[in-house]
């Protein structure tokens, strides 16, 4: 039987992000994303206009005629709120839905680059931090993962090297999951770990996966631009992999092989950032699971 992933998040007819990126990476790894949108908008929220209908109200619809259908999942995955209440909204799909052979994916979009998006709130973060201890997994960026844990970002930003700031990281996911107990999610994934190589002087960008107390980081050179939906699409292959049984590190490089050819190639053709990236030519590498050796063929 094919596998579920209830995919709460907007939708954005322009701008490759939230269920535009999730439902096709998802579907591409062989496993159903099944949306519940948080808001319908005629672009993301990066292009100077957009049109913006709000489901926050309409999400219990949703909720209650899928469990008059008596459908479960096997995966549970959020994106994008733009509130509390909305918060408040998955709550009450997690009464419903959340089962032991199900797993909770969080992706906390606040911010990005040491700066907080215009939707943030104190109390947006106070609801996130609740929602993120209920979570099995979660994929903050690195200021995100700062606002989780009360760490001021500009304090990380400055460290140099790679291998502290790695450790420092680490220490930052073993505070947050409560070094394997019940105070938090079992494994974090952090995204968009900037730094400079110190043996080779090259900017690169990472990403840390912390699991059991163990951290495994994978790296490529930045290419010199940032890409609307990015992380959307790295948090919707992680969920991808959790649910067709993928080791965490395994999808973690192959999510970020991907992400890189895609930026690679949007960045040379001159790709405006709020498009997103052009990632659809290699979801093949999604299809089915893929060692580290097939992905050094591309």
Known sequence: MTKKIAVINDLSGFGKCSLTAAISAIAAMGVQPCPLPTAILSAQTGYPSYFCDDYTDKMDEFRKEWKKMGVSFDGIYTGFMAGGRQIEKVFDFLDDFY?????????????????RYDMFTPGLLTMMKELVRKADII????????????????????????????????????????????????EVVVTGI???????????????????GHADFSSFPFIGESYSGTGDLFASMIAGGRARGDSLKQTMTLAGRIIELAIQDSAKRNVPRNDGVDYEQYLWMLAKQTSGSDCKTI
């Open 99 to 115: 089962t032991e052979g199900t797993f909770l994916l969080v992706d906390p979009v606040m911010g990005d680059n040491g700066r």
């Open 194 to 212: 900037c730094y400079t190589d110190q043996t080779d002087g090259v900017r690169k960008v990472g990403n840390l996966a912390f699991s059991g």
């Open 139 to 186: 994929t903050p960026n690195l200021t995100e993962l700062c606002l989780l844990t009360d760490t001021d970002y500009h304090i990380i930003g400055e460290i140099t090297d790679q291998k502290e700031l790695t450790g420092r990281i680490e220490q930052m996911c073993a505070n947050l999951t409560g070094k394997g107990g019940n105070a938090g999610p079992n």
